[in-house]
């Protein structure tokens, strides 16, 4: 009896130690196929990653592609065959951008570059055809200018919102730098600078200094064939036009900002024409006063510079010194508010005015002209 539980207990004991050993070999297996899973998750993971990262790439060379197509020449004086490396053909020439902003031919620019209303030049397009420019509007003082061209079903690019971007936001300058060898060059930078005053001077006639408000500014390199062309988005869309670039100083380039242009816009493409309401006045907001070297102090509002003689707000009791700081419902803190207002309207309409004469307020309606 004793030998027999003796093998017995041996048996139990081998088919335990089977038993452990078949436990320990399924705990090594389902360590192995879970590391396995970890490393599979992890390769699929970084897969994915790489690839979004190269779907990114494709959007935004795609996005410049389209872009640049947009993109045109503009020169004052007919092109035959111009080299950067001729003695000034750049400024001898005109030579600019513009940027399409409808399939029938509206092309926004630089005032500078396409001349004053009614001006000609001519328009050299992406597939190397060239038109002639009619100068259907324009403004000295925001140094802008829309011109049409007799062409159809045209590439063009759409608009922003120049209200909200910001500091630091990446944008893309395109143009044509320093003539049509190097047409449409791209340079990227970001947003620097936001509601910018510059004093552009007339050193040869003071009384025509123009102080540019509102400008975007960007490190995005902006050459002088650069002025009239697009900044864009990472979508693709106008944010400002190119216009003007510190000579004193490296990376400082800048930018008007779509939206003071965008009313224009939409009257041109929904009536193929604009007739530009007028209300007659020179004014100057906090800004702008820091260059003017009076001792003039405001807080908010536009101060009344010069009433034109014969304009709408001629005849009205209204007086150097003035402060205009409400028009209608809306209140006035910038110069640009102003003339954006007034573009949205039609000669005819009538808008009422609140100002402010030392402690005292009033207001007067003022029926808007036609500009000349």
């Not at 390769?43 to 990653?49: H, L, P, R, V, Y």
């Not at 403004?139 to 209200?163: F, G, H, T, W």
């Not at 009344?304 to 014969?310: P, T």
């Not at 402010?356 to 009033?362: L, P």
Request: aromatic share 8%; net charge negative.
């Amino acid at each position: 009896m004793y030998y027999e539980n003796k093998k017995e207990k041996k048996i139990g004991i081998i088919i335990i130690s089977i038993f452990l050993v078949f436990i320990v070999l399924l705990l090594l297996n389902l360590t192995i196929k879970t590391d396995g899973n970890l490393n599979s998750n992890y390769e699929a993971t970084k897969t994915a990653i790489e690839v979004e990262e190269n779907n990114e790439m494709i959007d935004i060379e795609n996005v410049i592609k389209k872009a640049t197509s947009c993109v045109v020449g503009i020169s004052k004086l007919e092109q035959n065959g111009t080299s950067i490396f001729l003695n000034n053909s750049t400024s001898a020439l005109g030579l600019g951008s513009g940027v399409i902003i409808s399939e029938n031919g509206y092309i926004l620019t630089n005032e500078h570059v396409s001349g004053e209303k009614y001006s000609n030049c001519y328009v050299t397009l992406e597939n190397g055809k060239t038109y002639n420019g009619s100068v259907v509007w324009s403004d000295s003082n925001i140094d802008l200018s829309i011109l049409k061209i007799e062409a159809y079903k045209l590439d063009y690019m759409n608009l922003s919102d120049s209200d909200n971007i910001f500091l630091g936001q990446d944008v893309y300058a395109i143009g044509n730098p320093v003539g049509f060898e190097f047409q449409r060059t791209v340079t990227k930078g970001i947003v620097s600078g936001i509601d910018r005053t510059l004093k552009i001077e007339d050193s040869e006639n003071p009384e025509n200094n123009v102080y540019m408000e509102d400008l975007i500014q960007t490190d995005s390199t902006i050459n002088e064939g650069n002025s009239g062309g697009p900044l864009i988005n990472e979508e693709g869309k106008i944010i400002g036009i190119n216009s003007v670039k510190l000579t004193s100083a490296e990376g400082m380039g800048f930018a008007v900002p779509i939206n003071i242009v965008k009313p224009i816009l939409e009257k041109f493409l929904q009536n193929g024409e604009y007739k530009e309401a007028y209300l007659g006045l020179y004014g100057y907001d906090k800004e702008v006063i820091p260059y003017l070297e009076d001792d003039i102090n405001i807080e908010t509002g536009i101060y009344i510079a010069k009433v034109v003689v014969d304009g709408p707000l001629y005849g009205n009791n209204i007086q150097e010194g003035d402060i205009v700081w409400k028009i209608d419902d809306y209140e006035l803190s910038k110069m640009s508010e102003l003339k954006r207002y007034i573009y949205q309207k039609s000669p005819g309409d009538t808008v009422k005015l609140y100002l402010r004469r030392g402690n005292n307020e009033f207001n007067i309606d003022v029926k808007l002209s036609e500009k000349n």
